[in-house]
């Protein structure tokens, strides 16, 4: 029986800012330039999570794609979207919320949360058209 | 030398519904939601098929496009599109017309098709902008 | 004060095909082509909605965009996802359901659905990304 | 002579949300949502201006795509990107920063901007792929 | 009865530079930039064409898509796809083949081709996603 | 620690066409077809390439995006853009400059010229948006 992979689009939009405490000012502003402005500015995100698993034979599904939103939503969308990740999420307050981290910070959020027989393949973060950040990994 | 990953994109529309006749009217519309509607509904789908192989230093080829496309036209696109998955494609009188179980009939149809050097490396369907499915595997 | 112009998309999937029961059925065939295939096919049809007006000082707004978004899903999303439209939309029990005749449909429920200062401008229809509708007209 | 119509599209990401100091509390809750948050959020903004005129019979152009290029960086890319719009951009200290005042300030700023034969025509900004507003008019 | 616009996309694959032998060479360089390379460079175009017309009662069509597709491709694709256009097209030997040009010569090729009630409205050429032309006018 | 994939897209223009001079003129034109034209076409191409490595605590990169541009712009896009792969760019003496040999041009331009912690994962060409080729790994 083939595995499937199967990925589903959501977005958001945030607002952040690269700021390390450790470094000096030129420090920040040599390494992070424009995004060292401390107002933050925004991006609308694009998050693609993909899934793999079996097909189910009743339902034809590696996964019931309403549970796959539902818990996309829960997990991520409604805790990240019209947010400064700086200000007011959690994994922002000691990390730089850079693609990078943000896309790690997603994989812990649905890590496990998943249940039945699919497991959570990647997490692909889009800050822009011409950016993204995957992490993979076994739960 | 190097292994080169060639892919082509090809568009198709196509009517489908979600219905499995061992499930009760009630579980066919709690699992299924709106896609149990029996009239069916539709999408634009794009399939990306991606071969792999070396490089033919004659013609810089892994594999002719014009080849490949008439494939996936002869062995998908001529037989999906402007179709009604569950009632004119043989795969979908028994199987669930999702986006997983369309990947999987398509990888069978490609599978074996292509000639010389290039194998069949991914299907990728999508449905819509939001949802995709993937079956990688060897001939 | 200047004019603004503000447009909103939303999408649905709705399955379709082009029959007329005045022409032969080689008619038919020879005008509608795949199109004429009494199953159906379907497309994930995307809406644009312009509405124009000035800007309200108070809000920024020309209207309410989640007023808008509600307009746009209790008359045309909600009526039209995941249907049939020549089996399930009135319009097109006697129409035939193409994209000159969906967006007409659509202006048609839209129009004088809108409160306030802003004004019906624009409704456009994408079948896919290479084929769209536009109407245009006064309230 | 024809005239043409020449459109060049830029990017910028910035930060906003949407507060009335003359709307209560709740007003402004209910009013501006999601968009109230006062740490504000972000958006990858798209800006497409369109000049029109007559076609230069010596170079094939409209406009020099260069100095185009040169006054919508200088007028607003620079101005707004990697930018706080309440807090940065004097306009939005009085007005809401939505996508309509934002397409008005655009539109302000770069007219009377454009040298030669070519003129304004249409300020369109896009806060994501699903909105966007536009503002014509004469110089 | 309604007005209706209807536009179909194609696209086609060109190369091209930008050289007046009216210029000295100084004055190419400095007014064409990277563009003025002999050798060319290219561009995948897309092509919108809009007709605008009455729908017709019994096909639900503006216009046969299939017949606008047909002289789409005879009076614009066939004649551009794989073309060097100053080397190759005709309008190209004495103009610069500037977007605004290219729109102005695609307009006049399709202008008068249309049978029927609809008539010829916009013609838009992008010669990337960021830069776009358009031609008006009335047949 | 997690390893993360980071991706970064640019564009660039070039000409080219499809010859092997070891090939009569009736087979380069039998195995080439309208890409055997000498004047050449065009295309927008779009580069992705991607690094991987584990995220440096004090600034959440992978690889500074600023350096990260300067190597692709330096090694890639100035050398390709706005030029004709066959005539200026010594690689494609030799070779047909086809997607996949592009694609591994590109590759080897860019192998070993990272520093730091990331490496070169993978290089992805698009010639146009139905077609891409991809180079993987450590030769």
């Keep these: 029986m083939k595995t499937v ?8 939009s945030a607002s952040h800012f690269y700021h390390n405490p450790k470094f000096t000012p030129e ?26 698993g079996p097909v189910n034979e009743q339902s034809g599904f590696v996964m019931d794609l309403k549970q796959l939103k539902d818990i996309m939503n829960r997990e991520v969308i409604d805790v990240l979207d019209h947010r400064h990740l700086n200000y007011e999420i ?6 730089i919320p850079t693609t990078e981290n943000l896309a790690i910070a997603i994989w812990r959020r649905l890590q496990g949360k998943l249940d039945g027989g699919a497991r ?16 993979y990994g076994e739960e």
Tied chains: 1, 2, 3, 4, 5, 6.
């Design 90 to 95: 959690p994994e922002f307050k000691e990390q």
């Design 120 to 135: 959570l393949y990647r997490v692909r973060v889009y800050e822009n058209d011409d950016l993204f950040a995957e992490v």
């Design 5 to 12: 992979y199967l990925t589903r689009k959501a977005e958001f």
């Design 27 to 52: 420090e920040n502003r040599r390494i992070f330039g424009k995004c060292n402005n401390p107002h933050g500015h925004g991006h609308n995100y694009t998050l693609e999570v993909t899934v793999r």
